[in-house]
């Protein structure tokens, strides 16, 4: 088998369906299986899974483990050469795979390849590509001087050797994911894509940015929106600093200051502006999955996706929050 598609899910049945929905279009052509790890998902996602998609291998955790260990979860029992680590709040394009594998195919020192990721409005999201978190890089982006975080020096179009990738899209050999250990269990949320990029470049080999398809991330970057998420989030960073880095006194300092600052400073900047562009919806019946995210990409109108007979549309004006889910009356 060629590929192993795994998502790990958690309460967002809706957004599980049309992520199932634009994968099982893009693997029509490949030899290739989907594995889903759900997390005690309370929101019927498991029996949507089994109702409408009984070909799709399903894991039903009692409990939830974290993103970390459900996706090593879904890898241990992937048949595939390659597995993809995908978000549930992703659309893929009908050709992003079959792209992907074809590159992949072509390296001799593959590592980890990602592509273009795009929020609900259409804008790219930066954390596509991105450098190293150092701790003077971390600082940085805690003062708020991102440059040196995202890796801008490359066109978002382009194929490029970046460090490190978000975990909403991961493509690699299973080789290589088990060679590493696979996400560390440590983290149970947040950080563990930044841990999994820098061990495989450790490791000797080559990740890569794969500017030529887009896929759309609903959720986009989270926002550092309240203390519990800023613990959580510099936390990660601190085990990575940790396990990575010599880390000081002055630098656990500075980070225990993040914890405290980041959300108010977060309310004060918070995103005020408003999407005034004309709302449009969109069939999937009636547009292909490259089509409608060529259509957000272009930013000329808001839109929304509609999967017929599914009675909801899912939208996004922000890259701040996860996406809406709107039901038809």
């Known amino acids: 088998m060629k590929l192993s598609v795994i998502i790990v899910n958690y309460n967002v049945r809706y957004f599980l369906e049309l992520c199932l929905r634009s994968v099982k279009s893009a693997l029509v052509s490949i030899d290739a299986e989907i594995i889903v790890v759900d997390n ?12 409408l998609f009984s070909e799709v291998t399903l894991i039903s955790n009692k409990e939830n483990v974290g993103f970390s260990k459900a996706n090593n ?23 992003t795979f079959v792209q992907i594998v074809s590159f992949a195919d072509s390296q001799n020192n593959l590592g980890i390849v990602s592509c273009k990721l795009i929020d609900g409005a259409g804008g790219f999201l930066p954390e596509s590509k991105r450098h190293v978190p150092t701790p003077l890089v971390a600082i940085k982006k805690l003062l708020g001087f991102s440059k040196s975080y995202y ?7 382009s194929i490029a050797k970046v460090s490190v990738f978000v975990g909403a899209f991961m493509f690699l050999s ?5 060679e590493v250990g696979g996400f560390d269990e440590r983290y149970f949320m947040y950080g563990e894509d930044i ?26 970057e989270s926002t ?20 990575y880095f010599k880390t000081n006194a002055i630098f656990d300092a500075v980070i225990s200051i993040g914890v405290k600052i980041t959300p108010l400073l977060s309310n004060i900047f918070k995103e005020k502006k408003l999407d ?54």
Do not use: W
Request: hydrophobic share 35%; glycine share 6%; charged share 25%.
């Open 40 to 51: 005690n998902s309370s929101d019927e996602s498991c029996e949507m899974v089994s109702e």
């Open 73 to 95: 979860q879904g890898v241990a029992v992937a048949q595939g050469k390659y597995v993809c680590i995908l978000n549930p709040d992703t659309v893929v394009a009908e050709d």
């Open 151 to 157: 890796a801008s020096e490359v066109e978002k179009n």
């Open 174 to 178: 299973k080789k290589v994911y088990l």
């Open 195 to 220: 841990d999994l990029s820098y061990s495989v470049i450790n490791a000797g080999y080559d990740n890569f940015y794969y500017g030529k398809t887009s896929v759309i991330h609903y959720k986009g």
């Open 224 to 243: 550092l929106k309240d203390a519990t998420y800023a613990k959580r989030f510099y936390g990660a960073m601190q085990l990575f600093y940790v396990k």
């Open 276 to 329: 005034v562009r004309p709302e449009k919806t969109l069939e999937i019946d009636k547009q292909s999955f490259k089509e409608i995210i060529e259509l957000f990409a272009k930013q000329e109108n808001y839109y929304k996706i509609h999967l017929k007979n599914s009675g909801f549309l899912i939208g996004s004006k922000s890259s701040k929050s996860r996406g809406e889910v709107v039901f038809k009356s």
